[in-house]
């Protein structure tokens, strides 16, 4: 079943300095990208500490909802003492009282949203993605504000809810058009979606109204290099894959590659005893344009950014590290599956060096890289390897 494939003229670049005999060696690059962003608005302190002045309206009434008695009024001068001191638990249950007590007093409801949704942020960095999704349902029902919906939007895409998340974060957008966090945030939900265009416009609209940011720029250009790139691919399902692939692609490769990618997902899902919902993305590009569309350095084979990128025409279609890169890059797919960006690089790649296995000649190409180099500090591994040196990479790839 392994058939030849052209080996492009870059592929010796490529493949530089790695012997033919040498099976290991790093493949590729994992970006953090999928992680959604959270929107930069969350911290923000939203609370009132002093009921606005009632309003008199044109008829010479007081406008009402404002009006809070003088005792509950400094209850909620309480619960933002307490808020602000970062106390907001406390500061939660006083205004669940008050909320109960004065269900339509607008600054009661800004304020236990404000601090519902600080307490879920803080839910939500110790890793308790569910409690904090609870804690934002109900935020949101003491009405929506740029905050609670881009958070609640970014932990529904972070559990791969993309729809729900996607209609939270245009809400959000649409209160706050220009907030950089919660424009990446919608931007990453369309691609999510499969939905490259729409992301692209979103982020365009965002950046001519304001949103102005190095992430913004780098998504813009890396979508629309996306786009461009792939606007004539076909696509086809394989049995466990979506493949896209440019249309002259030769049959016999896309076949090829399709039954590998199939094989690969049954190895590693089998091997690390799992099963994973939803249907994984693969994209063929053509060797010549690989590095410049995936922006990795030469050394990297595949790439894993919330799809399996790899290069054809830079293999033999018969070689085992075609298998290898796979069952590699499927590997990230399961882990951003299952651990939805919350495993580490360090382990990420651990787990993906060990899905490429198919016998265990890890362990000496590991103790071989390892020896006389300096062992990367730990807090490196926590980036993508290829923001390393060459050497450095293979040293962090050996000590996973
Ligand atoms: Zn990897």
Do not use: C
Not at 151 to 168: N, P, Q
Not at 183 to 203: G, W
Not at 205 to 210: F, M
């Amino acid at each position: 079943m392994r058939l030849a494939l052209l080996l492009s003229l870059l592929a010796g670049a490529a493949w530089l300095g790695f012997r033919s005999d040498e099976p290991n060696r790093p493949t590729d690059h994992v970006f953090p990208a999928s992680r959604p962003q959270i929107p930069t608005g969350y911290k923000r302190n939203a609370w009132v500490a002093e009921p606005p002045a009632p309003l008199n309206t044109s008829d010479g009434t007081v406008a009402a909802a404002e009006t809070l008695p003088i005792e509950a009024a400094q209850r909620n001068g309480e619960a933002v003492a307490l808020a602000e001191v970062g106390a907001f638990d406390e500061a939660a249950a006083i205004l669940r009282e008050l909320a109960h007590d004065f269900p339509d007093s607008t600054v009661v409801r800004r304020n236990l949203r404000a601090v519902l949704t600080a307490i879920a942020a803080r839910t939500r960095d110790e890793g308790n993605v569910p409690a904090a999704l609870d804690l934002l349902e109900e935020a949101v029902r003491f009405g929506e504000s740029p905050e609670v919906l881009g958070l609640l939007g970014s932990l529904r895409l972070e559990i791969g809810d993309v729809a729900r998340a996607l209609d939270d974060l245009s809400r959000a957008h649409d209160l706050a058009p220009t907030d950089v966090g919660i424009a990446l945030a919608v931007a990453r939900a369309y691609i999510e979606a499969d939905r490259r265009d729409r992301a692209l416009d979103v982020l365009l609209t965002a950046r001519e109204r304001g949103a102005r940011h190095a992430a913004i720029d780098a998504m813009i250009e890396r979508t629309s290099r996306e786009l461009d790139a792939e606007w004539d691919f076909v696509r086809i399902e394989t049995d466990h894959f979506e493949l896209d692939f440019e249309p002259d692609t030769p049959s016999i490769t896309v076949d090829e590659v399709a039954a590998q990618l199939d094989e690969a997902f049954v190895e590693v899902t089998g091997k690390l005893g799992v099963r994973i919902d939803g249907t994984p993305r693969a994209v063929l590009y053509p060797e010549v344009n690989f590095h410049a569309l995936t922006q990795t350095p030469d050394w990297t084979q595949g790439v894993f950014d919330g799809r399996v990128k790899v290069p054809v025409g830079g293999l033999e279609l018969d070689d085992p590290r075609l298998g290898a890169i796979l069952r590699h890059e499927t590997a990230h797919h399961v882990v951003a599956e299952l651990g939805r960006e919350r495993v580490p690089v360090w382990l990420n790649e651990g787990i993906a060096m060990w899905a490429e296995e198919i016998d265990d000649e890890r362990r000496s190409w590991s103790e071989e890289r390892l020896v006389g180099r300096p062992i990367v500090p730990l807090r490196q591994l926590q980036r993508p390897f290829s923001q390393l040196e060459r050497e450095a990479a293979e040293a962090a790839y050996a000590q996973s």
